[in-house]
C-alpha cells in the first residue's frame, strides 16, 4: 500500500509538471546556448586592479559611511545615497535626478555596478572610483570639492580614524589623492552591491543540468517571455551575458531632447548627447584609468579608454542596463521616461523605425507584441529579481563603522 | 536658364533683412574658418515640431556653413527653411510625403504625382535623399523619377547599394547622381563605381571610416587624391535631436579635412558641393 502511495505520488507529481510543460516553450540548440550565456549567477568576485582598496573590508566599511554622507556635497544636505537610494535598487523613484540642480537623466541603479566597463549612462568615466569622483565635484550634482573633501577626512575624527584605518597616511595626503581615496572607498563599497540569485537562475541552473523536474518550477509565462526574449526579439543581442548587459552603447529610437512633456511644439529644446559626450568628457578626465591615480596602469582595464573613439552613431546612444532586480528601479530609461516595464516592452513592441538610421541598429524592429506575448515577456523580465538584503548590510557596515570609530 | 537667372533675382529680393544680416555676418568671418557645405541635412516633420525654422537657421549659421543641402519628409519643413534663409538652403525633393515612406516610395504610383506636383511648383537642385536598393531600381516609379530628373535638370540623392546605383545609370547614362554616404561601401567598391561612372558624386555622411580624429585614413586619402572632384561632406539630421549635431560635425569636418592640401580639402569642403550645384543650374550665391 505505501508503495501504491509513493508511485501514485511520483505520477501526480510528474503528470503536474507535464501540465505545466504543455504550455511553455521548447528551446532549441541555439536558443539553449543563448539562454545558458545569461550565467551563472552570482559571478565571482574579482578586484579591481586600478583600485587598491577593492575588495579591502576596512575601505569597504568606510565607503559606506561615506556613500551616505552629505557633507560631502556642497550645500551640506546631498549625498550619494540622495538620488542611489537601497529601497530603490540603489536608484531612485524619480524620473531625473536633482543635485544642486534637476538634471538631465535618470540615476542609475548600482546593483552589479562592478561589471561594468563604462559608468554612467554616457559612460563619462572608466571606473566605477571615477564615477564615484563626479557627482561630488559636478556643480549641478552635490557640487563638492577635493579641498572639502579632504578637509572632512582629515578633521572629522570618525571619519579621519576609519580612513586611518584604510592607510595610515591618509591625514598627509594632498587633496586630490584624498578624494580619491574617498572614491576608492565608495567604490570598494558599491562593488559589494549584488543582486541575488532569482527564479531565472534556477531555471537556467536546471536547464545547464537537463534537470527537467527543476525546469518545471519556473512558470510557463516566464519560459514562453525568454523564448521571446532570446529569440524573436533578439534582446538577448544587446542585455547579454549573466548581467543582461554587453556594457556598451546604443540608439534605441527613444527621444533624446531634453525638457518636461508636454511642451508646446515649436519651443526650443536642448538634446542629451548620450555617448558623444560621454566619450569627450572620458577623454580628458585627470581621474581617467590613463592618469597617475590609475593603482595598476598594465591592467587590461586601461585599453578601452585608449581606443574608444566619437562616432557619429554615439550621438544619443545611451548605455545598456543590465537587467536584474530592475523591478526596482522604476522609472526605466536614461531620462526616466518610461513610468513601468510595461511602457518599456510597449517601446520596443511599436519602435519607430523611422528614429534609426537606415544603416544603424539593423537588429532594432518593431516587435508588434501581442497582448500575451507583452505579458510572457513581463513574467520573465520579473523573473530576473528576488529579494535583496543591501539595504540591510549597508546599515550594518555604517553601525559597524560607527564601533569601529565613534 | 533665364527661368533660373529670374528665379535667383526673385530670391534676392524675398531673403528677410534678418538673413540678409547674418550672411553678412558669415562674409565677415576670419579667413582661417573653412567654408564647408553640409551635402545631407533633413528637416522633416518631427524636426520642425521641436525645433523652430529660426532656430535651426540659427545652428545652420553658428556652424559657419556656406550652404546646406536639404531634404524633407514631407517636402514641407525644406520649403520652410528655403523661405526663412534662400541664401543658404539648397532645397532638394524627398519623394516622401512623409516618414515611413522609406520602404514604400518606390511601389507606390502616386509617389510619382507627388513628385510632378512639387516640381511644377518649386525649384530644386536634386531628386532625394531616397532609398533604393538592388532591382528596385527597374521598377517604374523610380524609372520616371530619373525621367523627371533630366526634364528639370536635377541630380538624384540616392541611398543605395552600387547595384541600384548602376541601374539608374542604365535607364539614363546622362543623369547625375550624388551617392549618398559613398553607398557605405569600402573604398574600393567606391573607386569602381566612381571610375565606371564620371557623373557620379559621393557624399561622406554618417561615416566614420575615412577620418579618425583628424587624422584620414591613407585608403580613403588615396580615394580623395584619385577624384578630387567627387566628394562632399554632410551629418544627416535624420532625427530632429541630430540637429544639435551639426556643428559638431562640421568641426570634425573641418579637423580632418585640415589634414589634407588646401586644394583638395577646399574642393571636398565646399567646391565640389557647389560644382554639383552648377551642373544643375541652379544658382550658389557667394
New interface residues.
Partial sequence: MRLFRLVAGCLLIAAAGFAQAADAPVFDAAQTRRILSHGPWPPEMVADRSNRLSGRPEAIRLGAVLFGDTRLSGNGAISCQSCHQPQHGWSEARARSEGLQRLDRNAPGLLNARLQRWFGWDGANDSLWAASIRPILAHTEMGGSAAATAQLLRNDPPLACLARHVDPAAAAMEDADLLVLAAKAMAAFQETLVSPRTAFDDFRDALAASDRIAMTRYPAAAQRGLALFTGRGQCGTCHSGPNFSNGEFHDTGL???IGDAGQP???????D?GR?GGIAQVKVNPFNLLGRYNDDPSSPAAIPIRHV?????N??EFKVPGLRNLIATAPYMHDGSKADLHAVIRHYSDLDE??L???GEAILKPLNLGDAEMADLLAFLESLSGPEDSAARYQALRAEAARVCP | MIRYSLFAILLLAAVPAQAQQQAQQLAQQPASILPLIDAHVHYSHDAW????TA?AIAILRRANLRKVLVSSSSDEGTQRLYQAAPDIIVPELRPYRR??E?GSWFRDDSIITHMEARLAQYRYVGIGEF?LYGADADLPVPRRMVALARQYKLFLHA?SDGDAVERLFRHDPDTIILWA?SG?DRPDAVRALLKRYPNLWADLA???DHA??SKVDPAWRALFEEFPDRFMVGT?T?????W??IE??AK?SRAWLADLPAPLAERIAFRNAEALFARTGFRIDR
Fill in positions: 527621444p533624446f531632447f511644439p515649436g519651443t526650443p529644446r536642448r538634446v548627447p558623444h573613439v566619437q562616432l557619429h552613431r550621438w544619443g523611422d528614429r538610421h537606415a544603416d | 515640431d521641436n525645433l523652430p532656430d516618414r515611413g522609406i532609398h541611398h554616404h557605405f554618417f561615416r566614420n579618425s580624429g544627416d535624420f532625427t530632429p535631436e541630430r544639435y549635431y559638431e560635425h570634425w
